[in-house]
C-alpha cells in the first residue's frame, strides 16, 4: 500500500520561499508522475504541479512562475518550493501519486494526509 | 481559463438516489474524475475515466460523461456518504476541479 507523508514549515513568512517535502513508502517512484495540491481553509482544490519519476515537470500556468518541483528517487522523495509566498497561499498542501497519462488524462490515486501552511508575519 | 461548475449543495433522504452534476465546456471529450473529501481528511477517488470504480469503492457510486456534463450518482445513498465531492478534468495544459458539492444526507 502506498503512503505519502508531507513534512515542513507550518509557519512560513510573506515574501519568503514555501518548502515542502512528501516522502513515498510502500512502492517505487518509477514510472509514476508525482503531485501536490492545495486547498485554502474553507475553499476547493487547486493543482500546483506534477513531476516525472525521471525528472521533467509540469507545473500549473497560474503559478508556474513561482513554482519548482524537484524529486530524489534515492530517498523516495520529492519536493514544493514555492517563492514570493503570499497569506492566498495558504493552505494545507498535499502531495499525491499521479496515475493515468500525463499529459492528457491525470488522475490522483494516493493522497498524503495533508499539511497546513499559513503564510504570516 | 478552463472552469468546471458543481452546484454548491446537494441533499438526499437515507437510501434514495444522489446526483451530482460538473459541467464544463466539452467535458465529454476528456475523462472525468470524482474525490469524496470527509471533514479533516485527505480526498478519496470514487470515480476514474468517467465511470470506473476503484478497488474498495462500494458499486453504489457510478458516474458518467457527455457532451458538456458529467454526473456522479449514489444509489441508496449511506449516511456515510455525506462528505464534499470534486470533479476533476485535464485541460489541454493543467488539472482543472470543480468548486466541490456538499453532500447532506438528511
Known amino acids: 500500500q502506498v503512503q505519502l507523508q508531507e513534512s515542513g514549515p507550518g509557519l512560513v513568512k510573506p515574501s519568503e520561499t514555501l518548502s515542502l517535502m512528501c516522502t513515498v513508502s510502500?512502492?517505487?517512484?518509477?514510472?509514476?508522475?508525482w503531485s501536490w495540491i492545495r486547498q485554502p481553509p474553507g475553499k476547493g482544490l487547486e493543482w500546483i504541479g506534477c513531476i516525472y519519476y525521471s525528472g521533467s515537470t509540469n507545473y500549473n500556468p497560474s503559478l508556474k512562475s513561482r513554482v519548482t518541483i524537484s524529486v530524489d528517487t534515492s530517498k523516495n522523495q520529492f519536493s514544493l518550493k514555492l517563492s514570493s509566498a503570499t497569506a492566498a497561499d495558504t493552505a494545507v498542501y498535499y502531495c499525491a501519486r499521479q496515475a493515468g497519462t500525463m499529459p492528457g488524462a491525470p488522475y490522483f490515486d494516493y493522497w498524503g494526509l495533508g499539511t497546513l501552511v499559513t503564510v504570516s508575519s | 481559463s478552463y472552469e468546471l461548475t458543481q452546484p454548491p449543495s446537494v441533499s438526499v433522504s437515507p437510501g434514495q438516489t444522489a446526483t451530482i452534476t460538473c459541467s464544463g465546456d466539452t467535458l465529454g471529450n476528456n475523462f472525468a474524475y470524482w474525490y469524496q473529501q470527509k471533514p479533516g481528511q485527505s480526498p478519496v477517488l470514487v470515480i476514474y475515466?468517467?465511470?470506473k470504480r476503484p478497488s474498495g469503492i462500494p458499486e453504489r457510486f457510478s458516474g458518467s460523461n457527455s457532451g458538456s456534463t458529467a454526473t456522479l450518482t449514489i444509489s441508496g445513498t449511506q449516511a456515510m456518504d455525506e462528505a464534499d465531492y470534486y470533479c476533476?478534468?485535464?485541460?489541454?495544459?493543467?488539472?482543472?476541479f470543480g468548486g466541490g458539492t456538499k453532500l447532506t444526507v438528511l
Open positions: 475515466q468517467d465511470f
Open positions: 510502500g512502492g517505487s517512484m518509477n514510472n509514476y508522475y
Open positions: 476533476q478534468a485535464w485541460d489541454s495544459t493543467t488539472v482543472v
